[in-house]
């Protein structure tokens, strides 16, 4: 893909070309990290200032936990399989028109299906869809700062505007929901390259995807049929899930913890640093479609694994995967993550430097800032705004330029072309940067990749 599309008929390539499939599999003894992440469920969590919630501006929902982005979780699957395969028989038989999902839709629905993107019901409407692009706020005036378009083929708008609603199909031809077609509208891609990613270089993977898509889309509430196949199934918990174990281990205030990267100190200090103030630490992976040169899922997932085991405390971390696509939209990622996050029970979201950059698009501290401009009370997630963080040879510990008043050159920097240099030379790099564990698995996958 090397540029913008163009913008009426004709332009129908929607952006295939980055494969959907995971990586065959996610390695043997999963089942086992499972359990140890999810063990012992515990009333109490130690040392949890429970009190902290008021004070903090957290308000708590029923189990409490923070209420879900709107008030309720948004919850689109139809779960009884008879019943599914009944309503997808029906709407087979309705002759609707048939939309291929790209694997950002495939992963949107997802997340629709779970309730992950409450308060959304579907695929945005334009009202919706212009809110969150211009002002960052749906039309009901909530936050809301990424699109969630369904992407309509110009050739098939017409007959998308005619019926009462739309089969949608994934990758493998499967009718894996409907879409009630409340709205079908065009859009202006470019200017919402601009003022999403900040960008129309379709060197930027976001901006790529985007420019493969149609200028058309179609919205409108979803009904899902079944959930999306993944390598990572037994990892991946919905909204509901989550809620439930944080409420049956007691925690009310729960860190969010969003990443695509393996598991460096740096990372574990920011998630030790927050899980110091909360009750409990949600660390969530992302294992939906990343771009072709970042570490393969399932490495990054079982990083953590390795990692969880041997240095976190059990009872107070939950590792699950989170099965959305990235979009690299920098400071509007890092909200969206985070609302998403209080859907699945978070009270807090760590947001590092850079959170969902790529290459030098965005200015690093914009994902801090972006929380700003929302009262907290309509956000109802904490950001935790974290600087960079290094092992600092003089303090003898990890730091981050708030706690450390020495000069760089006492700071052990590996850049991430350096540690992979490293890793590919059968090279660990030093304890105090990666934990051994998660250097050998590192290691080990390289090898296998450069093979
Ligand atoms: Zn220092």
């Known amino acids: 893909m090397t540029g913008w599309k163009g913008t009426g008929a004709g332009g129908t390539a929607r952006g295939r070309a980055q494969g959907a ?18 063990a012992a469920p515990q009333v109490e969590a130690p040392g949890s200032p429970r009190a902290a919630g008021p004070e903090l501006g957290v308000d708590a929902g029923e189990e409490g936990l923070v209420p879900p982005h709107g008030g309720r979780l948004c919850r689109r699957l139809v779960d009884d399989p008879a019943l599914a395969a009944e309503r997808r028989a029906a709407a087979q038989a309705a002759g609707l028109p048939r939309l291929l999902l790209s694997p950002r839709e495939r992963s949107d629905l997802e997340l629709l299906a779970t309730g992950a993107l409450s308060p959304l019901e579907g695929f945005m409407t334009a009202e919706d869809y212009h809110g969150c692009v211009d002002a960052m706020r749906l039309a009901s005036g909530l936050p809301w700062s990424l699109p969630v378009v369904l992407s309509v083929p110009p050739d098939q708008v017409e007959a998308v505007r005619r019926a009462p609603a739309v089969l ?15 709205d079908v509208f065009r859009r202006d891609r470019q200017r919402e390259a601009v003022l999403v990613f900040g960008t129309t270089d379709v060197a930027h993977p976001g901006v790529a995807r985007l420019a493969g898509e149609s200028d058309w889309c179609a919205g409108g509430p979803v009904v899902v049929f079944e959930r999306q196949p993944t390598w990572a199934r037994e990892w991946v918990l919905e909204p509901a899930e989550t809620r439930r174990l944080f409420a049956r281990r007691g925690w009310r205030l729960v860190a969010g913890f969003q990443t695509r990267n393996p598991l460096h100190r740096a990372h574990e200090y920011l998630q030790k640093c927050a899980l110091e103030m909360v009750d409990g630490l949600l660390l969530h992976p992302l294992v939906g479609e990343t771009k072709a040169d970042d570490l393969p899922r399932h490495v990054v997932l079982e990083s953590y694994r390795v990692a969880v085991r041997a240095y976190y405390p059990q009872e ?6 989170f099965p959305a696509a990235m ?44 929380f700003d401009r929302f009262a907290p009370e309509e956000l109802g997630v904490i950001p935790l705004r974290f600087e960079h963080a290094f092992y600092c040879r003089r303090c003898g510990a990890m730091a981050t330029v708030k706690t450390c008043p020495h000069p760089p050159a006492d700071r052990l920097h590996l850049s991430g072309t350096r540690v992979r ?31």
Do not use: W
């Not at 499939?21 to 999810?38: K, L, N, Q, W, Y």
């Not at 107070?316 to 995967?321: K, P």
């Not at 807090?348 to 030098?360: L, N, P, Q, T």
């Not at 304890?431 to 290691?443: G, S």
């Open 21 to 38: 499939g995971g990586p065959a599999a996610a390695g043997t003894g999963t089942h086992e990290a499972r359990d140890a992440g999810h």
């Open 316 to 321: 107070r971390v939950v590792l699950a995967a």
């Open 421 to 451: 240099a490293m890793l590919r030379a059968g090279e660990l790099p030093p304890p105090e940067f990666t934990r051994p564990e998660v250097a050998e698995l590192l290691r080990d996958a390289l090898a296998a990749q450069g093979a």
């Open 168 to 182: 949608l199909v994934d990758e493998g031809g499967r009718p894996c929901g409907l879409m009630e077609v409340r």
């Open 327 to 370: 979009r690299y939209a920098g400071p509007r990622e890092a909200l969206f993550h985070a609302l998403i996050r209080k859907n699945y029970g978070c009270s807090h979201f760590i947001v590092g430097r850079d959170h969902a950059g790529v290459g030098s698009y965005y200015d690093p501290y914009a994902a801090h800032r972006i």
